[in-house]
T-cell receptor, first 112, second 115 residues
Framework: GNSVTQMEGPVTLSEEAFLTINCTYTATGYPSLFWYVQYPGEGLQLLLKATKADDKGSNKGFEATYRKETTSFHLEKGSVQVSDSAVYFCALSAETGNQFYFGTGTSLTVIP | GAGVSQSPSNKVTEKGKDVELRCDPISGHTALYWYRQRLGQGLEFLIYFQGNSAPDKSGLPSDRFSAERTGESVSTLTIQRTQQEDSAVYLC?????????????FGPGTRLTVT
């Protein structure tokens, strides 16, 4: 079946630190992969996506590379800011059908 | 254009009462999803619609929960005889079509509190 396993939080970093949030997946076929972000008090919004192997999604300084050989889609940012404090969700969209699968979310707090 | 909207934004109800939550997807989006998010928790899938039909209802937690969608547009999630454990934010999302590469667009959610 399809599933997403995401690094558990919470994660606390100092401003300008390097961020990695691990995400691995199990899927049949060729899924698309997504990172969503939920800022405090707001709804979920798409951060980035990758739709095929070796694609790199990027947005707002965040990057994630679709690695089929390791079934991973780790989120990275070189220098986090206080404004990046949020909950981050990794998600998978199955190749067939309409189903989406979300990870449990990782809470990130960036302190000045 | 307009995004996904949900109403009400907040709902406080007494245990045992029925509640109806509404979702207006982005116009033209054929797929619509409902999720539940308890405080500090991840997303719990409830149900999704492709057009007006619901191919996957596997996430509905009990027979107190039901959902319908009419005209490939508005959807309502109904919770009968609410319990305190139903307290959560209920999120709706829509999607253009059923291709894997298309992302979901989320509404702001309805915060339900059962007292």
């Amino acid at each position: 079946g399809n599933s997403v396993t995401q690094m558990e939080g919470p994660v606390t970093l100092s401003e300008e630190a390097f961020l990695t949030i691990n995400c691995t997946y199990t899927a049949t076929g060729y899924p698309s992969l997504f990172w969503y972000v939920q800022y405090p008090g707001e709804g979920l919004q798409l951060l980035l996506k990758a739709t095929k192997a070796d694609d790199k999604g990027s947005n707002k300084g965040f990057e994630a590379t679709y690695r089929k050989e390791t079934t991973s889609f780790h989120l990275e940012k070189g220098s986090v800011q206080v404004s990046d404090s949020a909950v981050y969700f990794c998600a998978l969209s199955a190749e067939t059908g309409n189903q989406f699968y979300f990870g449990t979310g990782t809470s990130l707090t960036v302190i000045p | 254009g307009a995004g996904v909207s949900q109403s009400p934004s907040n709902k406080v109800t007494e245990k045992g009462k029925d509640v109806e939550l509404r979702c207006d997807p982005i116009s033209g989006h054929t797929a619509l999803y409902w999720y539940r998010q308890r405080l500090g928790q991840g997303l719990e899938f409830l149900i999704y619609f492709q057009g007006n039909s619901a191919p996957d209802k596997s996430g509905l937690p009990s027979d107190r929960f039901s959902a319908e969608r009419t005209g490939e547009s508005v959807s309502t999630l109904t919770i009968q005889r609410t319990q305190q454990e139903d307290s959560a934010v209920y999120l709706c999302a829509s999607r253009s079509q059923g291709l894997a590469s298309y992302e979901q667009y989320f509404g702001p959610g309805t915060r339900l509190t059962v007292t």
